[in-house]
């Protein structure tokens, strides 16, 4: 058996085209053009350059984007006065700060001082407790991607057994209770689980989000399995030449052939991030107005 690629790149092509039709919906039918603001804090270039393509996708998509940076030396009132500001402007539908921030800035105050019916993020306490209780919410982009590319590849999730491998806040947790919301088996694994190997090689679904290249070994994968790695690591490439690296996951892809299908590191769930934001502040806008979406 040879895994089937789950290509990324392309599912992201078809969310971000829904977002571009409901978007027009929101114009032509309620005179209501979604607004996404990004605050970027210093000068790290990995996320000047995500930020800069949020800001693209955003403005390809029809929607309003609004970009705020502050210097590196920004004072902690200074981002909360600015979250501030936002929540309370009509314009602005979805609010996201670009993490990390620098040291002198506590992230968790940031996040709970934003709006949580515009934290499309999906990372404020309330939206975390809404996505426990099955509560309608924010859901984070990472996660939320890893369970639509699950239902468009496996189709019908209720009853299968998957694991989660890592435990963070931002993919971990929230991708175990989406699992659960599908009715699936759900476990949570990590770095520190007792026989690993048996635990994932049970599994229907393997979601490897623990941050260590290759950590999975295709060995343990069950075959017929669907695999969503989550992970992006870099490690030397010495075939390449004398400091070359390269991008892995976290599951030694070339050996997982006997998965049913699995995704691709780079290519896989990363372009999904950005367009699940996108479909968020989408999500947001209709939230916020009263709007079912599902009339879009």
């Known amino acids: 058996m040879t895994a089937k690629r789950i290509d990324g790149k392309a599912f992201a092509e078809k969310v971000r085209a829904q977002v571009a039709a409901d978007v027009a919906t929101l114009v032509s039918k309620h005179g209501i053009k979604p607004g996404l603001a990004v605050v970027l804090v210093g000068e790290d270039p990995a996320s000047q350059v995500y930020v800069r393509n949020k800001g693209q996708q955003t403005k390809q998509c029809g929607m309003e984007s609004f970009e705020?940076?502050?210097?590196?030396?920004a004072?902690?009132?200074?981002?909360?006065?600015?979250?501030?500001?936002?929540?309370?402007?009509?314009?602005v539908n979805g609010i996201l700060v670009q993490l990390p921030l620098p040291k002198q800035i506590d992230e968790a105050a940031v996040i709970d001082a934003i709006n949580p019916d515009k934290d499309v993020d999906g990372f404020h306490v309330i939206n975390t407790g809404r996505l426990a209780v099955g509560a309608k919410g924010m859901v984070p982009c990472t996660p939320l991607g890893c369970i639509?590319?699950?239902?468009?590849?496996?189709?019908?999730?209720?009853?299968?057994?998957?694991?989660?491998?890592?435990?963070s806040n931002i993919v971990g947790k929230p991708m175990a209770q989406l699992?659960?919301?599908?009715?699936?088996?759900?476990?949570?694994?990590?770095?520190?689980?007792?026989?690993l190997p048996a635990e994932v090689a049970a599994a229907d679904i393997v979601v490897a989000a623990v941050g260590i290249p290759e950590m999975i070994k295709g060995a343990w994968i069950k075959p017929g399995a669907t695999v969503i790695d989550v992970g992006i690591n870099r490690i030397d490439a010495p075939e390449k030449g004398e400091g070359k690296t390269r991008i892995v996951g976290d599951v030694?892809?070339?050996?997982?052939?006997?998965?049913?299908?699995?995704?691709?590191?780079?290519?896989g769930v990363g372009p999904m991030t950005i367009a699940c934001l996108l479909s968020n502040t989408v999500t947001a806008t209709c939230y916020q107005n009263n709007i079912d979406q599902k009339t879009l």
């Open 68 to 73: 705020y940076k502050l210097p590196a030396t």
């Open 75 to 91: 004072t902690q009132d200074e981002v909360l006065n600015l979250v501030e500001r936002l929540n309370n402007d009509p314009a």
């Open 148 to 167: 639509m590319m699950l239902k468009e590849y496996v189709g019908d999730l209720s009853g299968k057994k998957a694991i989660v491998v890592g435990r």
């Open 179 to 195: 699992l659960l919301a599908e009715s699936c088996t759900v476990t949570i694994a990590h770095s520190r689980t007792k026989d």
């Open 252 to 267: 030694e892809f070339d050996a997982a052939g006997h998965a049913a299908a699995i995704t691709p590191v780079p290519g």
